[in-house]
């Protein structure tokens, strides 16, 4: 059963920083590109970062630019996403999310998480 959890979310005052986690098991997760959205509220679902791989590429939404991070730990079967510099625009609900297209088939994989809430308020 494919399965991305995703946790680390909380309350932040602004100026603050987080750090989300996003554990996958059920699927190789070494072999899907992985992403960061966020949603906020009466927002669509944006694209806040991805990360290739094997970790080498890695983009970030320009909103976000210089004060996110995110990374992989194939090992662990863990994606982060380190928030520095929080405002009350990044105040959303965070989702993993991962992606593969199938080279035999072209198929798309295509999973997420629930989400992990972030509010940035003083």
């Known amino acids: 059963q494919v399965q991305l959890v995703e946790s680390g979310g909380g309350l932040v005052q602004p100026g603050g920083s987080l750090r989300l986690s996003c554990v996958a098991s059920?699927?190789?997760?070494?072999?899907?590109?992985m992403n960061w959205y966020r949603q906020a509220p009466g927002k669509e679902r944006e694209l806040v970062a991805g990360?290739?791989?094997?970790?080498?590429?890695?983009n970030y939404a320009d909103s976000v630019k210089g004060r996110f991070t995110i990374s992989r730990d194939n090992a662990k079967n863990t994606l982060y996403l380190q928030l520095n510099s929080l405002n009350s625009e990044d105040t959303a609900i965070y989702y993993c999310?991962?992606?593969?297209?199938?080279?035999?088939?072209?198929?798309?994989?295509?999973?997420w998480g629930q989400g992990t809430q972030v509010t940035v308020s003083s």
């Open positions: 999310n991962a992606l593969r297209r199938q080279s035999s088939t072209g198929k798309l994989d295509d999973y």
């Open positions: 059920g699927f190789t997760f070494e072999t899907f590109w």
């Open positions: 990360i290739s791989v094997f970790g080498e590429t890695t």
